[in-house]
């Protein structure tokens, strides 16, 4: 349905944090960053990075149940992520307006005609870290890169979905939208079950705030000043962060 052509891969890992200075805290820890050395060491000997991708994102709930429904082995339900890359005459900025704005709201209005249990878009945000993480495994930047869906579904899902009425056409709708931003040639398609090496709740105190605006130009003057001097403005955001690589 996706008409997706990009690399096969063997599955996917994700880290969430409340805020991405969390992350930079930890790593400037005399213990994070022996950790953090001791990941990548392991890695080789496992993951071919070089042709692995990683980037840092923002998460936005489209749809999720409220029940905690997952995709444990002993759930019925298993976890869909696509990663497509938009179509390269597509500014970056109106393309994730139009992916939350317009996709997001489609699929909250036909919920009902849905076989998604969850909906999450994981909007790509460049840092610094990012940046850091792939220079460390030797991974390349990739420009088009937007961001992934992520669903959790299940057999049964998808065949009461398949017997409402207008299903298939609401469905050819959604599929019509992704075509005008999403480029199938360099877009994967992932399905499977998921492990939790570590569940902690991601929201703790102190939550994090809204930035002043003083500390808002700060950051702003910094970024100039980064880019000028590196090509790139270490952009982070300021929500949940999700770390997310193949």
Same mark, same amino acid.
């Given at each position: 349905?996706?008409?997706?052509?990009?690399?096969p891969?063997?599955?996917?890992?994700? *880290?969430?944090?409340?805020?991405?200075s969390?992350?930079?805290?930890?790593?400037?820890?005399?213990?994070g960053?022996?950790a953090?050395?001791?990941i990548?060491?392991?890695?080789?000997?496992?993951i071919?990075?070089?042709?692995?991708?990683?980037?840092?994102g923002?998460?936005?709930?489209?749809?999720r149940?409220?029940?905690?429904?997952?995709?444990?082995?002993?759930?019925?339900?298993?976890?869909?992520?696509?990663?497509?890359?938009?179509? !390269?005459?597509?500014?970056?900025?109106?393309?994730?307006?139009?992916?939350?704005?317009?996709?997001?709201?489609? *699929?909250? /209005?036909?919920?009902?005609?849905?076989?998604?249990?969850q909906?999450?878009?994981?909007?790509?945000?460049?840092?610094?870290?990012?940046?850091?993480?792939?220079?460390?495994?030797?991974?390349?930047?990739?420009?088009?890169?937007?961001?992934?869906a992520?669903?959790?579904?299940?057999?049964?899902?998808?065949?009461?979905?398949?017997?409402?009425?207008?299903a298939?056409?609401?469905?050819?709708?959604s599929?019509?939208?992704?075509?005008?931003?999403?480029? !199938?040639?360099?877009?994967?398609?992932?399905?499977?079950?998921?492990?939790?090496?570590?569940?902690?709740?991601?929201?703790?105190?102190?939550?994090?705030?809204?930035?002043?605006?003083?500390?808002?130009?700060?950051?702003?003057?910094?970024?100039?000043?980064?880019?000028?001097?590196?090509?790139?403005?270490?952009?982070?955001?300021?929500?949940?962060? /999700?770390c997310?690589?193949?």
């Amino acid at each position: 349905g996706f008409g997706v052509t990009g690399e096969p891969y063997d599955g996917l890992a994700t *880290s969430y944090w409340a805020d991405i200075s969390d992350l930079e805290a930890a790593l400037d820890s005399r213990q994070g960053a022996l950790a953090y050395q001791a990941i990548l060491e392991d890695e080789e000997n496992f993951i071919d990075t070089r042709r692995s991708y990683l980037s840092f994102g923002m998460v936005h709930p489209i749809a999720r149940d409220r029940s905690g429904i997952g995709a444990r082995k002993r759930d019925k339900y298993f976890r869909g992520a696509y990663f497509p890359e938009k179509l !390269p005459q597509l500014d970056m900025t109106e393309m994730q307006r139009h992916w939350i704005a317009v996709h997001g709201g489609m *699929s909250q /209005e036909f919920t009902a005609w849905s076989s998604n249990k969850q909906y999450l878009q994981i909007h790509c945000r460049e840092t610094e870290l990012s940046e850091r993480f792939r220079r460390d495994r030797e991974m390349k930047f990739r420009p088009h890169y937007f961001g992934h869906a992520d669903v959790l579904t299940s057999s049964e899902e998808i065949r009461l979905r398949g017997s409402l009425p207008d299903a298939d056409e609401i469905g050819q709708w959604s599929l019509d939208d992704i075509d005008s931003f999403a480029d !199938p040639a360099t877009g994967w398609f992932i399905i499977g079950k998921e492990y939790s090496v570590i569940d902690r709740a991601i929201y703790q105190e102190p939550i994090p705030i809204p930035r002043t605006n003083k500390q808002l130009k700060r950051i702003a003057k910094a970024r100039a000043k980064r880019l000028r001097k590196t090509g790139s403005d270490g952009y982070g955001p300021r929500s949940i962060e /999700e770390c997310v690589w193949l």
